[in-house]
T-cell receptor, first 116, second 115 residues
Framework: AQSVTQPDIHITVSEGASLELRCNYS??????LFWYVQSPGQGLQLLLK??????LVQGIKGFEAEFKRSQSSFNLRKPSVHWSDAAEYFC??????????????FGKGTKLSVKP | DAGVTQSPTHLIKTRGQQVTLRCSPK?????VSWYQQALGQGPQFIFQ???????QRGNFPDRFSGHQFPNYSSELNVNALLLGDSALYLC??????????????FGPGTRLLVL
C-alpha cells in the first residue's frame, strides 16, 4: 500500500541555519511527490512538486527537494531559515487516476519551530 | 482571482447530528476533492468530484457523502456524527483538463467539533 513517512514530528532550528526535513515514501509505480506547508489557521500551500526529470526540484520561498529513488526519499531543504518559515510541513505522494490528479496521500507532518 | 473558499469556518455539532460543508473552487477549476485532517495528523482523502459525479473515494464510511453542482461548487455531508469526526475538513480544487500535472489548490478549511 502507498504510504508516506515523515520521521521527525518536531524540529527546531535557529534563524539563519540550514534545514532538512525528511520524507520517505512507499509506492509501487513512479511516484508523484509534493511538499506542502500549513501555517496555523491556514490551508495547505504547495511548496514544490516532482513528476519526472531533474531529481533536484526548486520551489517557492527558497525551498528545494531532492528525489532519491534508491532511498525512496524526497527530502526538503532550505539553506537559511527565516522566522516566517515556522509552520507545519507535509510530504505527499499522488495516487493518480484516470489522467487527472488523484488523491494525495500525506505524511503526518513535521512541525518546524524557528529560534531567534 | 479568488482562491478556494470554504464555509463555514467553524462549526459545533452534537453526536448523531448531520452537517453540510461547502466549497467553491478556484476560478477555472472543475474538480473538487475533500480531505479530513484530524488533530496532529496529515490530511486524509475522502473523495473527489468531477462532472457532478464522485470519481474516487478514500476509506471513509457511507456516512460521508458529497455533491457537486453545475457551477463546480461542492458540498460534503456527514450523517450521524461521531466524536471522531471532529477535524479540519479541507477542500482542494484542480482542473482535470490540464491532466495530472495540474496542482491542487487547498482552501482554508472548516473546523468541525463534535460534542
Amino acid at each position: 500500500a502507498q504510504s508516506v513517512t515523515q520521521p521527525d514530528i518536531h524540529i527546531t532550528v535557529s534563524e539563519g541555519a540550514s534545514l532538512e526535513l525528511r520524507c520517505n515514501y512507499s509506492y509501487g509505480a513512479t511516484p508523484y511527490l509534493f511538499w506542502y506547508v500549513q501555517s496555523p489557521g491556514q490551508g495547505l500551500q504547495l511548496l514544490l512538486k516532482y513528476f519526472s526529470g531533474d531529481t533536484l526540484v526548486q520551489g517557492i520561498k527558497g525551498f528545494e527537494a531532492e528525489f532519491k529513488r534508491s532511498q525512496s526519499s524526497f527530502n526538503l531543504r532550505k539553506p537559511s531559515v527565516h522566522w516566517s518559515d515556522a509552520a507545519e510541513y507535509f510530504c505527499a505522494v499522488g495516487a493518480g487516476y484516470g489522467g487527472s490528479q488523484g488523491n494525495l496521500i500525506f505524511g503526518k507532518g513535521t512541525k518546524l519551530s524557528v529560534k531567534p | 482571482d479568488a482562491g478556494v473558499t470554504q464555509s463555514p469556518t467553524h462549526l459545533i455539532k452534537t453526536r448523531g447530528q448531520q452537517v453540510t460543508l461547502r466549497c467553491s473552487p478556484k476560478s477555472g477549476h472543475d474538480t473538487v476533492s475533500w480531505y479530513q485532517q484530524a488533530l496532529g495528523q496529515g490530511p486524509q482523502f475522502i473523495f473527489q468530484y468531477y462532472e457532478e459525479e464522485e470519481r474516487q473515494r478514500g476509506n471513509f464510511p457511507d456516512r460521508f457523502s458529497g455533491h457537486q453542482f453545475p457551477n463546480y461548487s461542492s458540498e460534503l455531508n456527514v450523517n450521524a456524527l461521531l466524536l471522531g469526526d471532529s477535524a479540519l475538513y479541507l477542500c482542494a480544487s484542480s482542473s482535470r483538463d490540464r491532466g495530472f500535472l495540474e496542482t491542487q489548490y487547498f482552501g482554508p478549511g472548516t473546523r468541525l467539533l463534535v460534542l
